[in-house]
């Protein structure tokens, strides 16, 4: 009867809100922001900077292998943060290698520990979440840990872990959920037998023989530092690698990938994913080979589903509040301001239609949107000209158009490309293969000569694009980077002495120093 009456009376409890809000005319914060990622805690930050009263709601739903984590959103817990780690892992892997070609002496065969990277890893990761509470204390913005929902365009209700509904009322709320992995659901066993980026970084042991399924950069990262620490490792594609990129360098990248161990299951698709009876750790993947018309099988210890990524949306009641989204994605429609179409309902990251899915990105429209609320700020944010960095074992930066994308916008005979294939000063006495490290600069062929995009594939390609990205932003053109001195002797460098033009036909290899 008592818990008859528990459920009877939260509506009750609800509509009291409601209707002492409407007595008193207020709301209880400035803003409320739905979700603890990068971009959202960013807005909640620089609220609280200008003295309003913030809250912010953030839940980690399990996943369905049941990994979970704390505040701090993707990023911090199971992307970018973990993603770089375990790559540097790899990449000291391939360090200990070249090592000896440069006098070191190291015993042989070299091991790697996974618990060992992992636990370190983990423990930085669980760092950073307590870095963000205690962030928000001090900045004296509220931190609900409840998964909310909208029951009116200025409330959101949600229940503790202990089954205490929480209501919240705010003037203003920015949406910031962010997204989760896909699961092909269409697959026999994909989600009973598989795990995604929400699980890898967070395995007490090895993966094992791992299958990673996907064309993404999510895919070809993990598949990456799989591999660099010695994992048997395969990626199944079924369609194009890094789709929205250069497809010139995305091309690079997997031969490079290759080149480097990972094995590549091109214009395949998985049917089917089965437990091994005889082999509690072994899993038979069946798939079909679109090119031959056959199918296939092999066992591995783990499938991982790099597939793609949905809005994390489904439970706010979006459309009771009347918050339109995109019914093919599931994506927020923004419009330049981060307005959702509901007044003083708003929406940063990754849950925005036509956004990029970057960390930077949302923070710098989190922080942007807190101004223009709070701070007499007009500024919005410029989504034009955002660097980026693929960090495969021969990382791929870029900044601005791709190839085809500046054919596609201002014709073939209006772009010119330069382009350079180099060697990193490094790889020499390690005689490390260099086929792959490459660069071009795509202008307009007017007299100008505006640069419209650059990509870089080779060592640090992040820390090479992020000082390059300032110049296009300024609108940089070809003439000023050829007036530009590169520092010696650096990869970085050859940018300042691309000369060659794809149009001439010309050998592109950079020689001498």
Not at 133 to 145: D, G, I, S, T
Request: proline letters at 4%; one cysteine or more; a neutral charge.
């Amino acid at each position: 009867m008592a818990a008859l009456w528990r459920r009877a009376r939260l509506p009750a409890v609800s509509g009291l809100c409601r209707t002492l809000r409407a007595l008193s005319g207020k709301n209880e914060y400035d803003l409320l922001v739905i979700g603890g990622g990068s971009g959202g805690l960013a807005c909640a930050k620089e609220a609280a900077q200008f003295g309003r009263k913030v809250a912010v709601l953030d839940y980690v739903e399990p996943s369905p292998r049941g990994t979970a984590w704390g505040l701090g959103g993707t990023c911090v817990n199971v992307g970018c943060i973990p993603k770089k780690l375990m790559h540097q892992a790899a990449l000291l892997g391939s360090a200990i290698k070249d090592a000896q070609h440069y006098g070191w002496n190291i015993s042989q065969p070299v091991h790697h520990t996974w618990s060992v990277m992992a636990q370190g890893v983990q423990n930085y990761v669980k760092s950073l979440n307590w870095g963000h509470r205690v962030q928000l204390q001090e900045k004296k913005v509220k931190y609900f840990n409840i998964k909310g929902s909208f029951s009116d365009p200025h409330t959101v209700r949600g229940l503790t872990k202990a089954g205490k509904e929480i209501v919240v009322t705010a003037d203003n709320i920015v949406i910031a959920t962010g997204g989760r992995p896909k699961y092909p659901t269409h697959v026999a066993g994909a989600l009973e037998y598989g795990i995604t980026s929400d699980d890898i970084f967070w395995l007490k042991k090895s993966p094992g023989k791992t299958l990673v399924v996907g064309a993404s950069y999510v895919s070809l990262e993990c598949a990456g530092f799989l591999t660099g620490i010695g994992l048997d490792t395969t990626v199944m594609m079924r369609s194009v690698p890094l789709r929205g990129f250069d497809q010139q360098m995305a091309s690079l990248v997997t031969e490079h990938m290759e080149s480097y161990g990972t094995k590549f299951l091109r214009r395949c698709f998985p049917t089917k994913v089965e437990k091994l009876e005889m082999e509690s750790d072994r899993l038979q993947v069946t798939w079909k080979n679109a090119d031959l018309d056959t199918e296939e099988t092999d066992s591995f210890n783990t499938v991982m589903w790099a597939v793609g990524r949905a809005p994390d949306t489904k439970t706010l009641n979006l459309e009771t509040v009347g918050v339109k989204t995109n019914s093919e994605t599931g994506k927020i429609i923004v419009d330049a301001s981060e307005a959702t179409s509901v007044p003083h309902i708003y929406a940063v990251g990754d849950i925005t239609e036509g956004r990029p899915e970057l960390t930077p990105t949302a923070i710098a429209a989190g922080k942007l949107l807190a101004q223009r609320l709070f701070g007499q700020s007009s500024e919005l944010m410029d989504y034009d000209n955002v660097p980026t960095t693929v960090f495969t074992p021969l990382e791929y930066g870029c900044v601005g158009l791709s190839e085809e994308a500046a054919v596609q916008r201002h014709g073939s005979n209006n772009i010119e490309v330069f382009h350079a294939y180099y060697k990193p000063l490094e790889f020499t006495v390690a005689e490390r293969d260099a086929t792959q490290c490459y660069m071009k600069m795509v202008c307009l062929r007017e007299r100008e000569q505006r640069i419209l995009g650059l990509h870089f594939i080779g060592p640090n390609a992040g820390e090479v694009i992020q000082g390059f990205a300032l110049g296009i932003k300024c609108g940089a053109t070809y003439p000023q980077m050829m007036k530009t001195v590169g520092i010696h002797p650096t990869c970085a460098e050859e940018v300042t002495k691309l000369h060659i033009t794809k149009r001439s036909g010309l050998d592109a290899t950079v020689t001498g120093c």
